[in-house]
């Protein structure tokens, strides 16, 4: 049962339960349910002496169903850790894929990612320290950028020729000495191979319209690498193989081919609208805020039906189906850190679908039954403020 305190107005000024049970909330007395009022409002201040009534819902059983997820291809069950920004890439001594990543609670935790995709948590790692300001840590710290060009950081080598490189954001040392850079141009963003003696050797271009990418890691045994790419509304992570190197024929010099093992992304789910069109519906989602039930009639009230406006809010511990005025009436979800919560009809079903986001990842749920609830009237009362 869920019971508010309104004003002489009719405005709520206090939940007094939400979702309240007998024997702990309510407890049964000779003619009824008994609860007590402390007369302060839901900010813990006193409330002025005069008239307020207390009314509220009895709320049965609602059908509540988790969906699907949207927008974040890390998010595979209700246990995957919700990730909400890879931070980081590297590959383990064993050749195998870590990543870096920040979660919804501000923490961080290091994914071991399979070549297939397949991520779990490993709490035995730490993120990777961040980098100096040289883009090229290598192997501590072995190659530098002076002049435009990549330089051992030990000076013991003579400088290779880097002409192309012109604006590196980010780099990793590859097998046989090579170097993987990430270097920003003019016309868009580049990852380049360098052999060990700074030589090019070859280039990843990036398509147009795809994210940019910002950070490379790459495995000291073969020709296999990560990227991390990003833009304002996506960040990716792509682990590419060396499917065919670049030949050279009779007629020229053919590029070489990679194969993506697997592609994960997060788009950006700050908002609703930045992630309308991305919820797998043919036509729009349309957006309501309230919607109108016939709940069930109480026969205190001769039977009579009552219609309620509902909509969905989140708090601190979720999302919650509550009056149009605010008072809670049951609990969706309990996924903390909500950013918005949004509900609507979709058919001709009574059935409401909501979708909500927490930054990392989007959910659907479906509630049925919401009239399966019960309007109940406690009265008036005179509050001397004492």
């Known amino acids: 049962m869920s019971l508010g305190i309104y004003n002489k107005g009719g405005k709520l000024i206090r939940a007094l339960h939400a979702e309240g049970v007998i024997g702990k909330d309510f407890v049964a007395g000779l003619n ?3 609860t007590h009022w402390d007369g302060k409002d839901d900010a813990g201040a006193p ?11 009895c709320v049965g059983k609602l059908e509540i169903e988790g969906v699907a997820y949207y927008c974040n291809d890390w998010m595979t069950d209700d246990d995957s850790p919700r990730v909400r920004e890879i931070t980081g890439l590297r590959f383990s001594p064993a050749d195998e894929l870590l990543v870096d990543a920040r979660l919804v609670d501000g923490s961080t935790v290091t994914l071991r990612v399979s070549a297939e995709g397949k991520a779990m948590a490993d709490p035995s790692l730490t993120a990777e320290p ?11 710290g ?11 950081a030990d000076g013991k080598a003579a400088p290779g020729d880097a002409a192309e490189l012109q604006n590196p954001q980010d780099a990793a040392a590859g097998p046989n000495g090579t170097l993987w850079v990430v270097d920003r141009l003019a016309s868009g963003v580049e990852v380049k191979q360098f052999g060990a003696k700074g030589e090019f050797l070859r280039r990843l271009s990036v398509a147009s319209g795809e994210p940019p990418p910002q950070k490379v890691a790459s495995s000291k045994t073969r020709d296999l690498i990560a ?6 509304s996506v960040q990716r992570v792509r682990l590419l193989s060396l499917e065919n190197p ?10 070489s081919t990679w194969k993506t093992l697997f592609s994960k992304s997060i788009l950006k789910s700050s908002d609703f609208a ?3 069109d991305k919820l797998g519906r043919e036509k729009p989602f349309v957006v309501e805020d309230k919607t109108r039930v016939r709940l069930l009639p109480n026969p205190l009230f001769k039977d009579a039906m009552h219609d309620l406006d509902v909509r969905v809010s989140v708090d601190a511990k979720g999302s919650s189906l509550t ?7 049951c609990r969706f979800t309990e996924t903390p850190h909500l950013a918005w919560v949004v509900m609507g009809h979709e058919g001709n079903t009574k059935a409401i679908t909501i979708f909500q986001s927490d930054g990392a990842v989007v959910e659907e749920f479906r509630a049925r039954r919401l009239a399966n609830m019960m309007a109940f009237d406690a009265g008036e009362y005179e509050w001397t403020g004492k």
């Open 323 to 329: 009056t149009s005025d605010g008072l809670p009436l």
């Open 227 to 232: 990227l991390l790419d990003s833009d304002a």
């Open 130 to 140: 961040s980098r100096s300001s040289s883009p090229f840590p290598g192997e501590a």
């Open 142 to 152: 072995r190659y530098v950028v002076r002049q435009g060009k990549i330089v051992p």
């Open 246 to 255: 670049a030949t050279k024929d009779g007629e020229g010099t053919s590029l």
């Open 47 to 57: 409330a002025a002496p005069g008239k307020y009534s207390a009314r509220g819902y």
């Open 274 to 276: 930045s992630v309308a």
């Open 32 to 34: 009824g349910l008994v």
